[in-house]
């Protein structure tokens, strides 16, 4: 499988032009039609119905699965938590922390709200987000996080 991944992700960035990846990689939701797209790039990367299958199984979804290869992109990924940074009030702490969102997202295509209370986060603040936002700015966050995974799914 970790070949797979590796061929996979060398051909998929020789492709990053293609319709469906680019909806992917700018957090646009996906069709059906590009679900079918990104799985007969995956068979031309090398792949073969039972790697597939076993992908979509683990990652919970062809979409995740070509994300978490790919990634997101780091403007959609900003342009998803800029009401986070608008009007200049927030402080050094939160723009970090935010920063450190997009860094992982703009690397892994999606993240599950649990990692927010790990390091590097937790790097920032003992506490993760609660350390640095109010409460309903840690809400929003997580809906953030999973409206991002969502458009992946398609």
Known sequence: MAKFKEKARVFLKEHESHLALQRLRR????????????????????????????AKEKSHGLGLFVRSLVGLDREAAMQAFSEFLQGGTATANQIEFI???????????????????????????????AGV??????????????????????
């Open 27 to 54: 957090n646009q939701p996906l069709t059906g039609v590009d679900l079918e797209e990104l799985e007969m790039m995956l068979l031309q990367a090398g792949g073969n119905a039972a790697l597939i299958a076993e």
């Open 99 to 129: 920063n450190l969102i997009v860094e992982e997202l703009t690397q892994t295509g999606i993240m599950e709200s649990g990692r927010l209370f790990e390091s590097p986060f937790t790097d920032v603040n003992a506490q993760g987000p």
């Open 133 to 154: 936002f109010a409460p309903a700015k840690v809400t929003e966050i997580v809906q953030v996080l999973e409206v991002i995974r969502a458009r992946a799914v398609a």
